[in-house]
């Protein structure tokens, strides 16, 4: 029910997602009311998608933590209770991302020795993606931390992207190893000592876009300041342009000509494709949807639960974090 | 005799400069040799351009604080000096960043008051341009720090930029009071409670390019971030734009008629063209300018020193933050 185009946008994307792939079941959790009437002219497979009811909806406006504990029927609570009883593996939301990370940690609850569970998207870059980890709620983190969030990203990217051996770097403003804030500077060392990852040292931020690394560790602060400045440089660039290219007749037929070649372009930089971004560590998964998503990023949010579920994800996890415990 | 096209373009910038203002002086510290093989094909005003020798070159790779200190007859350290005794007002560089940062305050030396100097470059934005404040090489700031930032920001745009009562906002994840890290947190209410500056709140990464704020308040960890992302992303979205716009035989008829207005935007986002970033609240000024600048990107940093000096922009933040103290 949250979100912007909500239930129109996020009941299309779960049809599409359901005709897509015969694996996928779905709960819908929200306004019966609203959600049938959404239904009535699609169609669909009736016996893999359920509602189940919840009155109440959780706003961006309202404090997470509050809302979490006061709306026991909100669609966000009664979906993270389906995610904890076992009865779903998944949680995707395109709802208010404060209530859906605390809710997640709060409901769901951690992996037994993950200390903070990130939020992970997938962004674009000049012939791929890269994991970016941390863009959570959580600042102020901790160099151990970042080492599990290397580790979890690692994981991920090699399971459910399939890059072998993914090549990890962490956020610096130089490449220089003793470049870099405090934090910076304790984590450094840490993942150069950690077998169990391809680290590959820093990564400028200016390499970002030109995948450098799969998987980029940083703490959320920058991490968001990162996610939120990629979406908005590229959208501005884009609308520039296109602007620029209809400025006079002659460009504009040029643009007329370039549109098909362009569209692709802009497509692959679009982050909404990759589907929204994981919130590693949990018991079950949590999908955080952009506010704004519209069914295919719906659809898309829903697909990658099935490599997360089949690639065991949360159990690899928990066994690598384990294992660093026994150590 | 730093940066990657040095001594050519640094020579050729500078020349450009001569030529274009007439109240501009320079001296050029380096080579003799070198200088003077470079200014024989170009045509100047002999009696406003004068060879400073300086028989050291520091290189990116020697720690900064050494190298200013050992090596006295570098170019770098000889320049500073000419700003120190006052014989040069502003001195640009497109040499080591870390070590014209450290020298600018190892030398010339801060502003009675000024707690760090920051770096402040301009970046472009969907309909001007916006300070960026702090970029610098000094991480882990403290909230008065940032406060100083703010008040110099403000001082410069309106100055030196022209704009009105600039608008000053803090980067944050969120646009809420209550979000944000601990620097943040603590920086907010001073900023808000600041009478000189026009503080309009946070500001979350993705407005950035939308021009939301003129002055644009961030420690320098996450400022590098975003000015080497923001030169990383447009130079790769172009890249790939004018990839695709040529991937088919229409396509490429279609980039050679919107070629001259694409060109102009690009233009636009190209952050050489306003020049490099000065150094505030030091007792003179310091322009940094990328190590790989051409003689244009040269000979706008040199312009810039003209208002900076015309408008005392050194005297305004010593009495700014003078008032500051006394109160």
Do not use: W
């Given at each position: ?132 980890i941390d863009c959570g709620a959580n600042v ?146 949590v999908v955080k949807s952009h506010g704004s ?35």
């Open positions: 029910m949250g979100g912007d185009n909500s239930p129109g946008e996020v009941v299309k994307g779960a049809v599409e997602a359901l005709r897509e792939r015969p694996e996928v079941e779905i709960f819908l959790t929200g306004s019966e009311e609203k959600i049938k009437k959404e239904l009535e002219s699609l169609s669909y497979p009736q016996d893999r998608l359920h509602i189940v009811p919840a009155g109440e909806i959780i706003t961006n406006e309202e404090p997470p933590v509050l809302a979490i504990r006061r709306k026991k029927d909100s669609s966000i609570v009664v979906a993270l209770n389906l995610v904890k009883s076992g009865q779903a593996d998944a949680f995707v939301s395109a709802g208010s991302t404060g209530a859906v990370l605390v809710g997640a940690q709060l409901i769901v609850g951690r992996i037994k020795g993950v200390e903070r569970p990130p939020l992970a998207p997938l962004i674009p870059t000049m012939d791929g993606i890269s994991l970016l102020d983190a901790r160099s151990s931390h970042l080492v599990q969030f290397a580790k979890m990203g690692s994981i991920y990217m090699e399971n459910v992207v399939g890059v072998k051996r993914p090549r990890v770097a962490i956020v610096n403003i130089g490449a220089e190893e003793e470049k870099g804030n405090m934090l910076v500077k304790e984590t450094f060392p840490l993942l150069k000592n950690c077998n169990e990852i391809n680290f590959i040292g820093s990564i400028e931020a200016r390499e970002i876009p030109n995948g450098a690394a799969d998987v980029i560790v940083t703490e959320a602060f920058v991490g968001n300041v990162i996610l939120k400045l990629y979406e908005g440089l590229a959208m501005s660039l884009i609308k520039k342009i296109k602007q620029s290219m209809t400025a006079t007749p002659v460009s504009t037929l040029g643009a007329a000509l370039v549109k098909p070649q362009l569209k692709k372009t802009m497509k692959s930089f679009d982050l909404s494709q990759y589907g929204g971004a994981p919130m590693l560590g949990l018991n079950g998964l998503s519209k069914s295919n990023e719906i659809k898309n949010s829903i697909i990658q639960c099935i490599a997360f579920k089949e690639e065991k994800i949360s159990e690899k996890i928990a066994a690598n974090i384990a294992a660093q415990e026994r150590i």
